[in-house]
Protein backbone atom coordinates (compact mmCIF):
# COMPACT_ATOMS: atom_id res chain seq x y z
CA UNK A 1 0.00 0.00 0.00
CA UNK A 2 1.64 3.63 -1.31
CA UNK A 3 2.10 5.93 1.92
CA UNK A 4 -0.12 8.81 2.42
CA UNK A 5 2.80 11.90 2.11
CA UNK A 6 2.28 14.34 4.95
CA UNK A 7 4.07 18.04 5.10
CA UNK A 8 3.09 20.08 8.03
CA UNK A 9 4.27 23.61 7.61
CA UNK A 10 5.31 25.08 10.57
CA UNK A 11 6.48 28.67 11.31
CA UNK A 12 9.56 27.67 13.33
CA UNK A 13 10.46 24.85 15.78
CA UNK A 14 10.71 26.59 19.19
CA UNK A 15 9.76 24.92 22.65
CA UNK A 16 6.34 25.65 22.82
CA UNK A 17 2.64 23.68 23.32
CA UNK A 18 2.06 23.57 19.33
CA UNK A 19 5.57 22.60 18.67
CA UNK A 20 4.97 19.09 20.98
CA UNK A 21 1.61 19.11 20.03
CA UNK A 22 2.96 18.68 16.37
CA UNK A 23 5.96 16.17 17.92
CA UNK A 24 3.45 13.82 19.43
CA UNK A 25 1.19 13.82 16.31
CA UNK A 26 3.83 12.82 13.49
CA UNK A 27 5.35 10.32 16.38
CA UNK A 28 1.68 8.30 16.97
CA UNK A 29 0.96 8.24 12.85
CA UNK A 30 0.81 4.79 11.88
CA UNK A 31 4.16 4.58 9.79
CA UNK A 32 3.13 1.72 7.63
CA UNK A 33 0.22 4.03 6.05
CA UNK A 34 1.62 7.59 6.35
CA UNK A 35 4.72 9.35 6.17
CA UNK A 36 5.36 12.56 7.61
CA UNK A 37 8.22 15.95 6.79
CA UNK A 38 7.99 19.28 8.14
CA UNK A 39 8.44 22.39 6.11
CA UNK A 40 10.08 24.83 8.25
CA UNK A 41 9.43 28.25 7.36
CA UNK A 42 11.98 30.13 9.84
CA UNK A 43 15.11 28.06 10.61
CA UNK A 44 16.65 28.21 13.23
CA UNK A 45 14.47 26.83 16.57
CA UNK A 46 15.77 25.05 19.05
CA UNK A 47 13.69 22.18 18.75
CA UNK A 48 14.37 21.35 15.27
CA UNK A 49 17.06 18.55 16.36
CA UNK A 50 14.80 17.04 18.62
CA UNK A 51 12.54 16.59 15.42
CA UNK A 52 15.67 15.23 13.49
CA UNK A 53 16.22 12.80 16.67
CA UNK A 54 13.11 11.10 16.17
CA UNK A 55 13.50 10.94 12.18
CA UNK A 56 11.55 13.93 11.21
CA UNK A 57 12.76 14.96 8.11
CA UNK A 58 12.91 18.45 8.67
CA UNK A 59 12.93 21.01 5.23
CA UNK A 60 13.45 24.79 4.34
CA UNK A 61 13.00 26.88 1.43
CA UNK A 62 17.00 26.04 0.28
CA UNK A 63 16.35 22.50 1.15
CA UNK A 64 16.17 21.68 -2.44
CA UNK A 65 19.51 23.74 -3.64
CA UNK A 66 22.14 21.16 -2.45
CA UNK A 67 25.83 23.13 -2.69
CA UNK A 68 27.74 21.66 -5.52
CA UNK A 69 31.03 22.35 -8.07
CA UNK A 70 28.84 20.81 -10.35
CA UNK A 71 28.51 23.72 -13.45
CA UNK A 72 25.11 22.31 -14.31
CA UNK A 73 24.02 22.05 -11.13
CA UNK A 74 24.92 25.38 -10.02
CA UNK A 75 23.11 26.99 -13.22
CA UNK A 76 20.00 24.81 -12.01
CA UNK A 77 20.34 25.82 -7.83
CA UNK A 78 20.19 29.56 -9.24
CA UNK A 79 17.39 29.06 -11.05
CA UNK A 80 15.52 27.72 -8.44
CA UNK A 81 17.20 30.87 -6.08
CA UNK A 82 15.11 32.58 -8.68
CA UNK A 83 12.08 30.67 -8.34
CA UNK A 84 11.95 30.91 -4.77
CA UNK A 85 12.36 34.78 -4.97
CA UNK A 86 9.22 35.23 -6.96
CA UNK A 87 7.16 32.79 -4.99
CA UNK A 88 8.03 34.87 -1.95
CA UNK A 89 7.06 38.08 -3.79
CA UNK A 90 3.65 36.45 -4.62
CA UNK A 91 3.29 35.37 -0.62
CA UNK A 92 4.61 31.76 -1.35
CA UNK A 93 2.59 30.68 -4.34
CA UNK A 94 4.67 28.02 -5.52
CA UNK A 95 7.47 28.25 -3.13
CA UNK A 96 6.63 24.38 -2.41
CA UNK A 97 6.70 23.20 -6.37
CA UNK A 98 9.97 24.51 -6.52
CA UNK A 99 11.18 23.03 -3.10
CA UNK A 100 9.49 19.70 -2.44
CA UNK A 101 9.26 18.59 -6.32
CA UNK A 102 8.43 15.22 -5.13
CA UNK A 103 4.77 16.97 -3.59
CA UNK A 104 2.83 15.78 -1.38
CA UNK A 105 -0.44 13.91 -0.89
CA UNK A 106 -1.26 16.72 1.55
CA UNK A 107 -0.14 19.92 3.08
CA UNK A 108 -1.21 20.54 6.66
CA UNK A 109 -0.50 25.08 7.23
CA UNK A 110 -0.18 24.05 10.73
CA UNK A 111 1.52 27.19 12.12
CA UNK A 112 1.47 29.47 9.65
CA UNK A 113 1.47 33.44 9.81
CA UNK A 114 3.17 34.46 6.45
CA UNK A 115 3.53 33.96 2.86
CA UNK A 116 0.34 31.21 3.29
CA UNK A 117 0.12 30.96 -0.42
CA UNK A 118 2.28 28.31 0.09
CA UNK A 119 0.90 25.34 1.35
CA UNK A 120 -1.44 25.51 -2.04
CA UNK A 121 0.57 23.42 -4.08
CA UNK A 122 0.25 22.09 -7.35
CA UNK A 123 -1.81 18.56 -7.02
CA UNK A 124 -1.65 18.37 -2.90
CA UNK A 125 -4.89 18.88 -0.94
CA UNK A 126 -4.77 21.33 1.79
CA UNK A 127 -5.57 21.00 5.84
CA UNK A 128 -5.85 23.96 8.14
CA UNK A 129 -5.07 24.13 11.76
CA UNK A 130 -6.23 26.46 14.32
CA UNK A 131 -4.71 26.62 17.26
CA UNK A 132 -6.31 29.04 19.14
CA UNK A 133 -9.26 30.57 20.19
CA UNK A 134 -10.44 33.62 17.91
CA UNK A 135 -13.30 34.57 20.79
CA UNK A 136 -10.72 35.56 23.00
CA UNK A 137 -7.49 35.44 20.95
CA UNK A 138 -7.13 39.32 18.81
CA UNK A 139 -4.22 37.25 15.91
CA UNK A 140 -7.18 34.30 15.52
CA UNK A 141 -9.98 36.84 15.35
CA UNK A 142 -8.14 38.30 12.94
CA UNK A 143 -7.49 35.92 10.90
CA UNK A 144 -10.90 34.69 10.89
CA UNK A 145 -12.34 37.86 10.06
CA UNK A 146 -10.04 39.47 7.97
CA UNK A 147 -9.11 36.23 5.94
CA UNK A 148 -12.39 34.18 4.59
CA UNK A 149 -11.60 33.90 0.82
CA UNK A 150 -7.74 32.65 1.54
CA UNK A 151 -9.68 30.13 4.38
CA UNK A 152 -12.17 29.15 2.45
CA UNK A 153 -9.88 27.42 -0.01
CA UNK A 154 -8.93 24.54 2.57
CA UNK A 155 -10.29 21.15 2.30
CA UNK A 156 -10.41 21.04 5.85
CA UNK A 157 -9.75 23.21 9.23
CA UNK A 158 -9.36 21.72 11.88
CA UNK A 159 -9.85 23.43 15.53
CA UNK A 160 -8.12 21.94 18.50
CA UNK A 161 -10.64 22.92 21.26
CA UNK A 162 -14.58 23.06 21.19
CA UNK A 163 -14.50 26.90 22.36
CA UNK A 164 -11.90 27.57 18.93
CA UNK A 165 -14.41 25.23 16.95
CA UNK A 166 -17.36 27.25 17.92
CA UNK A 167 -15.43 30.65 17.93
CA UNK A 168 -14.18 30.19 14.30
CA UNK A 169 -17.44 29.50 12.58
CA UNK A 170 -19.15 31.84 14.28
CA UNK A 171 -16.34 34.87 13.16
CA UNK A 172 -16.08 33.50 9.52
CA UNK A 173 -19.03 32.02 8.64
CA UNK A 174 -17.28 28.99 7.53
CA UNK A 175 -18.82 25.72 8.33
CA UNK A 176 -18.09 22.89 5.79
CA UNK A 177 -15.24 21.25 6.30
CA UNK A 178 -14.59 22.73 9.65
CA UNK A 179 -13.66 19.84 12.72
CA UNK A 180 -13.03 19.04 15.88
CA UNK A 181 -10.02 17.31 16.99
CA UNK A 182 -7.96 17.69 20.26
CA UNK A 183 -4.33 17.50 19.41
CA UNK A 184 -3.23 13.78 20.27
CA UNK A 185 -0.36 13.29 23.03
CA UNK A 186 2.45 10.26 23.58
CA UNK A 187 0.68 9.55 27.00
CA UNK A 188 2.83 6.37 27.96
CA UNK A 189 6.04 8.57 27.46
CA UNK A 190 4.72 11.58 29.57
CA UNK A 191 3.82 8.75 32.36
CA UNK A 192 7.12 7.19 32.04
CA UNK A 193 9.14 10.29 32.00
CA UNK A 194 6.78 11.74 35.03
CA UNK A 195 8.67 8.86 37.08
CA UNK A 196 12.11 10.72 37.10
CA UNK A 197 13.63 12.37 40.33
CA UNK A 198 13.86 16.21 40.34
CA UNK A 199 14.51 18.30 43.74
CA UNK A 200 11.88 19.77 44.95
CA UNK A 201 11.07 21.39 48.78
CA UNK A 202 8.48 19.30 50.40
CA UNK A 203 7.76 21.59 53.75
CA UNK A 204 5.20 22.94 51.77
CA UNK A 205 2.52 22.33 49.39
CA UNK A 206 4.28 23.23 45.43
CA UNK A 207 2.08 24.61 42.82
CA UNK A 208 3.52 23.99 38.99
CA UNK A 209 3.44 26.45 36.10
CA UNK A 210 4.60 25.64 32.70
CA UNK A 211 5.29 27.17 29.50
CA UNK A 212 7.36 29.49 27.43
CA UNK A 213 8.00 32.84 29.60
CA UNK A 214 6.38 35.33 27.20
CA UNK A 215 3.32 37.83 27.84
CA UNK A 216 0.10 35.72 26.80
CA UNK A 217 1.14 32.99 29.29
CA UNK A 218 0.69 35.97 32.06
CA UNK A 219 3.37 34.22 34.67
CA UNK A 220 3.84 37.66 36.23
CA UNK A 221 0.73 37.61 37.40
CA UNK A 222 0.84 34.68 38.88
CA UNK A 223 3.93 35.73 41.10
CA UNK A 224 1.69 38.85 42.39
CA UNK A 225 -1.35 36.52 43.07
CA UNK A 226 1.51 33.87 44.53
CA UNK A 227 2.59 36.86 47.06
CA UNK A 228 -0.87 37.96 48.12
CA UNK A 229 -1.65 34.52 49.24
CA UNK A 230 1.21 34.50 50.89
CA UNK A 231 0.17 37.69 52.66
CA UNK A 232 -2.51 36.14 53.35
CA UNK A 233 -1.06 32.90 55.20
CA UNK A 234 -1.82 30.45 52.67
CA UNK A 235 1.59 28.79 52.48
CA UNK A 236 3.11 27.18 49.24
CA UNK A 237 5.41 27.26 46.89
CA UNK A 238 5.38 28.13 43.26
CA UNK A 239 7.76 26.59 40.38
CA UNK A 240 7.69 28.08 37.03
CA UNK A 241 9.05 25.77 34.17
CA UNK A 242 10.24 27.14 31.00
CA UNK A 243 12.15 30.19 29.71
CA UNK A 244 11.55 32.69 27.33
CA UNK A 245 12.21 36.39 26.17
CA UNK A 246 10.24 37.70 29.34
CA UNK A 247 12.78 35.61 32.22
CA UNK A 248 14.66 39.02 33.25
CA UNK A 249 11.66 40.83 33.51
CA UNK A 250 10.08 37.93 35.62
CA UNK A 251 13.08 37.72 37.89
CA UNK A 252 12.52 41.73 38.38
CA UNK A 253 8.76 41.02 39.61
CA UNK A 254 9.96 38.38 41.74
CA UNK A 255 12.64 40.56 43.33
CA UNK A 256 10.01 43.15 43.83
CA UNK A 257 7.75 41.45 45.37
CA UNK A 258 10.19 39.72 47.54
CA UNK A 259 9.28 36.06 46.69
CA UNK A 260 12.68 35.24 45.59
CA UNK A 261 12.28 32.15 48.45
CA UNK A 262 8.86 30.88 47.49
CA UNK A 263 9.32 31.10 43.83
CA UNK A 264 11.46 28.83 42.15
CA UNK A 265 12.53 29.43 38.06
CA UNK A 266 13.37 25.62 37.52
CA UNK A 267 14.13 27.25 33.51
CA UNK A 268 13.88 25.56 30.15
CA UNK A 269 13.58 21.55 30.99
CA UNK A 270 13.13 18.95 28.26
CA UNK A 271 11.14 17.04 30.48
CA UNK A 272 9.03 18.63 33.16
CA UNK A 273 6.61 16.11 34.08
CA UNK A 274 8.42 15.14 37.02
CA UNK A 275 7.41 18.68 38.80
CA UNK A 276 3.99 18.58 37.24
CA UNK A 277 3.32 15.11 38.62
CA UNK A 278 5.37 16.15 42.35
CA UNK A 279 3.39 19.19 42.50
CA UNK A 280 -0.34 19.76 44.29
CA UNK A 281 -1.65 20.88 41.40
CA UNK A 282 -0.97 22.47 38.09
CA UNK A 283 -1.71 26.16 37.14
CA UNK A 284 -2.17 27.86 33.90
CA UNK A 285 -2.39 31.60 34.16
CA UNK A 286 -2.56 32.58 30.38
CA UNK A 287 -5.00 35.50 28.94
CA UNK A 288 -5.56 33.53 26.17
CA UNK A 289 -4.81 29.50 24.69
CA UNK A 290 -6.64 27.23 22.21
CA UNK A 291 -6.13 24.62 23.96
CA UNK A 292 -2.93 24.23 26.20
CA UNK A 293 -1.27 21.18 25.65
CA UNK A 294 0.15 20.87 29.01
CA UNK A 295 -2.85 20.92 30.72
CA UNK A 296 -4.06 17.66 28.99
CA UNK A 297 -0.36 16.38 30.40
CA UNK A 298 -1.41 17.66 33.88
CA UNK A 299 -4.77 15.26 33.54
CA UNK A 300 -2.70 12.46 31.84
CA UNK A 301 -0.79 12.33 35.56
CA UNK A 302 -3.62 12.40 37.19
CA UNK A 303 -2.89 16.44 38.31
CA UNK A 304 -5.72 18.67 38.91
CA UNK A 305 -6.01 21.77 37.28
CA UNK A 306 -6.62 25.55 38.01
CA UNK A 307 -6.95 27.79 34.68
CA UNK A 308 -8.78 30.76 33.08
CA UNK A 309 -9.41 29.08 30.13
CA UNK A 310 -12.86 27.47 29.04
CA UNK A 311 -11.34 25.02 26.78
CA UNK A 312 -9.35 23.36 29.89
CA UNK A 313 -12.96 22.33 31.20
CA UNK A 314 -13.63 20.70 28.02
CA UNK A 315 -10.92 18.19 28.76
CA UNK A 316 -12.68 17.55 32.50
CA UNK A 317 -15.01 15.44 30.54
CA UNK A 318 -18.10 15.62 33.01
CA UNK A 319 -16.02 15.18 36.22
CA UNK A 320 -13.89 17.64 38.83
CA UNK A 321 -10.80 17.51 38.00
CA UNK A 322 -9.97 21.31 39.22
CA UNK A 323 -11.21 24.84 38.83
CA UNK A 324 -11.74 26.99 35.72
CA UNK A 325 -11.98 30.63 36.65
CA UNK A 326 -12.81 33.82 35.32
CA UNK A 327 -9.93 35.44 33.18
CA UNK A 328 -9.04 38.36 36.07
CA UNK A 329 -6.66 37.85 38.89
CA UNK A 330 -9.57 37.89 41.44
CA UNK A 331 -10.92 34.73 39.95
CA UNK A 332 -8.06 33.16 39.69
CA UNK A 333 -6.53 33.58 42.94
CA UNK A 334 -9.79 32.30 44.67
CA UNK A 335 -9.38 29.29 42.56
CA UNK A 336 -5.57 28.71 43.25
CA UNK A 337 -6.47 29.72 47.08
CA UNK A 338 -9.61 27.03 46.81
CA UNK A 339 -7.67 24.18 46.14
CA UNK A 340 -4.30 24.86 48.66
CA UNK A 341 -6.92 25.41 51.34
CA UNK A 342 -9.93 23.33 50.53
CA UNK A 343 -9.31 19.57 51.39
CA UNK A 344 -12.28 17.92 50.88
CA UNK A 345 -12.69 19.94 47.22
CA UNK A 346 -8.75 18.98 46.53
CA UNK A 347 -9.46 15.69 47.13
CA UNK A 348 -12.42 15.35 44.68
CA UNK A 349 -10.11 17.05 42.06
CA UNK A 350 -7.38 14.73 42.31
CA UNK A 351 -9.82 11.53 42.34
CA UNK A 352 -11.41 13.21 39.26
CA UNK A 353 -8.16 13.95 37.62
CA UNK A 354 -7.00 10.57 37.97
CA UNK A 355 -10.35 9.32 37.05
CA UNK A 356 -9.98 11.03 33.56
CA UNK A 357 -6.20 10.18 33.19
CA UNK A 358 -7.36 7.27 31.52
CA UNK A 359 -9.07 9.75 28.55
CA UNK A 360 -5.70 10.92 27.31
CA UNK A 361 -4.70 7.26 25.02
CA UNK A 362 -2.58 8.40 22.19
CA UNK A 363 -3.15 6.10 20.02
CA UNK A 364 -6.84 6.43 20.23
CA UNK A 365 -6.63 9.79 19.61
CA UNK A 366 -4.77 9.77 16.60
CA UNK A 367 -6.94 7.13 15.06
CA UNK A 368 -9.20 10.33 14.45
CA UNK A 369 -6.76 12.58 12.69
CA UNK A 370 -5.40 9.47 10.29
CA UNK A 371 -9.32 9.08 9.45
CA UNK A 372 -9.41 12.24 8.37
CA UNK A 373 -5.98 12.46 6.65
CA UNK A 374 -7.00 9.35 4.83
CA UNK A 375 -10.46 10.62 3.66
CA UNK A 376 -8.92 14.09 2.46
CA UNK A 377 -6.23 11.96 0.73
CA UNK A 378 -8.79 9.89 -1.09
CA UNK A 379 -10.35 13.45 -2.15
CA UNK A 380 -6.79 14.06 -3.82
CA UNK A 381 -7.35 10.73 -7.03
Not at 60 to 77: A, E, I, M
Not at 112 to 125: G, I, Q, R, S, T
Not at 184 to 194: Q, Y
Amino acid sequence: MEKIRLLFVHHRLVCGGAEQALYDLIGLLDKQRFQASVFVQNPGGEWEQKFRDAGIEVLYDYSCRQPTFNPVKKLGNLNKKRRIQKAYQNGGAGLLDVCLPQGADIVISYNVWENEELVFAENAKTVKYIHGDPGTNPDYRAEAVNHKALLSRFDRIVCVSRSAWTAFRELSGLTEGVELHYNPMNSDHVRELAQAEVELPQDVPLICAVGRLSVEKAFERLVIIHKRLLQRGILHKLVIVGDGVDREYLRRIIRATDTQDSVILAGYQANPYPYMKRSRFLVNSSYTEGLPVIAMEALCLGVPIVAPIPSVGEMFGGEVCGIITQNDNASLEAGIARMLTDEDFYRQAKQGAENRSAFFDGKRMVRELETLFAEVARETK
